[in-house]
């Protein structure tokens, strides 16, 4: 198992937030960082100053994006962040120890929030924390760490899927026996858009979403999470 690592990021259209992350990831171990920009991107500048740095155009999506990443890099793990990222003191040390294991699992950070939401996100975090650990379903939020062999095994990412596709890898992952392993470091996201859209309804409609999903998905393998 090759110890080298690529580092996917989805762009969407008009997101300007991966602008922010790439200077963090500038003492990452990677080999690759590919920022894979939504068909359809305003043309803007990218900071190419570095040749670890490739870019990739796929349809709008995260899914596709993502595979499109994953097939426009080479290294032998895939580490699929958010725009909106961004990552604490211990989660590159936690990063590189994890993959010095040479596990074949799917690996996952503890997600918490950056503060540009509502004062109530801490009980995102803890809700977070029980979805992953005791529930097994960690999402992309999470930045889904694995090495290559697996995330070929596993199919990618399923293009099919409106949303979710992060929820349907991780069943994929379920249900191919592939261990699901906390990293035990902190990455954060933003939490702009419970600011936007009301914490309450954001929150509902994500408990909500993941419910109906998990349902879903756990009724095409026969299984329940």
Not at 150 to 158: K, S
Not at 162 to 170: I, K, P, Q, R, T
Not at 196 to 206: E, I, N, P, S, Y
Request: a positive charge; one cysteine or more.
């Amino acid at each position: 198992m090759r110890d080298d690592l690529a580092i996917v990021i989805p762009v969407g259209p008009g997101d300007r937030a991966w602008q922010g992350l790439l200077p963090q990831l500038a003492a990452a171990p990677a080999h690759e960082i590919a920022v894979v920009l939504a068909r359809g991107h305003p043309g803007e500048p990218l900071p190419l100053q570095h040749e670890r740095l490739l870019l990739a155009v796929a349809p709008a999506g995260r899914a596709s994006q993502q595979n499109a990443g994953a097939r426009a890099t080479q290294a032998g793990w895939l580490w699929f962040l958010h725009a909106d990222s961004r990552l604490a003191p211990a989660t590159l040390p936690a990063l590189a120890g994890f993959i010095a294991r040479r596990e074949a699992a799917l690996g996952y950070f503890d997600l918490c929030f950056l503060d540009d939401g509502p004062r109530w996100m801490h009980f995102n975090t803890f809700g977070a924390a029980l979805r992953s650990r005791w529930l097994g379903l960690p999402f992309g939020d999470q930045g889904l760490l694995l090495p290559r062999a697996v995330f070929e095994r596993l199919g990618g990412f399923d293009e099919s899927l409106d949303n979710g596709e992060d929820h349907a890898l991780v069943w994929a992952a379920r249900r191919q026996r592939v261990p699901l392993q906390r990293i035990g470091a902190p990455l954060y996201t933003s939490a702009r858009k419970y600011a936007q859209q009301g914490w309450l309804r954001t929150t509902a409609r994500h408990v909500g979403l993941t419910c109906r999903q998990a349902l879903a998905f756990a009724a095409t393998i026969g299984s329940r999470p």
